[in-house]
């Protein structure tokens, strides 16, 4: 059962480089989300997409950019890469029962990012 | 804008123990739905229990059950008969009525062989 998978699983980069977060879903999901942990900060959002063809901001968005690719991927580009966004990225994605946000979201494993 | 809030960073509990672990919210929103994660060493995140608010019944699963206290505002999560595997970091999340999850802090329980 793959889940939600999430490449790749660390990086390492330089202040000023870009780069794109994959993730896919194979659960038929029709929401997914961008997420960022630093310790002490739980999982704060970055981005969403409730469904294919749209994406909106969360709580920390400035920085970075996301594209629902199609139901299954959601990417997450870091256009010049800055400490500060030095985390793990967790990706995830749910799905609503009788129209209600009631599901709980699945993770993938996350992204350990380092930016030097 | 919904907050949660973990007020204990760090809980230890000796083996087979009960432990409880606390979370409060604020939310004006009158249907919504609450979850415990569990985050191993591994990193990965893994849903614990959940309740919805309408719901009065406290959810249980197997060793967890939450203690529901809805005019309280509060959400706590009971681990019984504690096991070394139980250790992990614990967040508490919050869903209304849209697509957005709002987490805590975390507390980070430790068990005691």
């Known amino acids: 059962n793959a889940g939600v998978t999430q490449t790749p699983k660390f990086q390492v980069l330089k202040t000023g480089q870009s780069m794109t977060l994959q993730c896919a879903q194979d659960?038929?999901?029709?929401?997914m989300y961008w997420y960022r942990q630093d310790p002490g900060m739980g999982l704060r959002l970055i981005y969403y997409?409730?469904?294919?063809?749209?994406?909106d901001k969360g709580e920390v968005p400035n920085g970075y950019n996301v594209s629902r690719l199609n139901k299954r991927e959601f990417s997450l580009r870091l256009e010049s890469a800055a400490p500060s966004q030095t985390s793990v990225y967790f990706c995830?994605?749910?799905?609503?029962?009788?129209?209600?946000?009631?599901?709980?979201?699945?993770f993938g494993d996350g992204t350990r990012l380092s930016i030097l | 804008a919904q907050t949660v809030t973990q007020s204990q960073p760090e809980m230890s509990v000796q083996e087979a123990e009960t432990v409880t672990l606390s979370c409060t919210y604020d939310?004006?929103?009158?249907?919504?739905?609450l979850f415990w994660y569990k985050q191993p060493p591994s990193r990965q995140m893994i849903l614990v229990i959940r309740?919805?608010?309408?719901?009065?019944q406290n959810a249980t699963e197997n060793r967890f059950s939450v203690n529901f206290q809805k005019a309280a505002k509060s959400f706590s999560l009971k681990i019984s008969d504690s096991q070394l595997g139980d250790a992990a970091m614990y967040f508490c999340?919050?869903?209304?009525?849209?697509?957005?999850?709002?987490f805590g802090t975390g507390t980070r329980l430790t068990i005691i062989p």
């Open positions: 995830a994605s749910s799905d609503r029962k009788d129209s209600k946000f009631n599901q709980p979201q699945h």
């Open positions: 659960m038929n999901h029709n929401s």
């Open positions: 997409s409730a469904s294919e063809g749209t994406t």
């Open positions: 939310t004006s929103e009158s249907d919504y739905y």
């Open positions: 309740q919805e608010a309408y719901k009065q």
């Open positions: 999340a919050y869903k209304g009525g849209n697509e957005k999850l709002t």
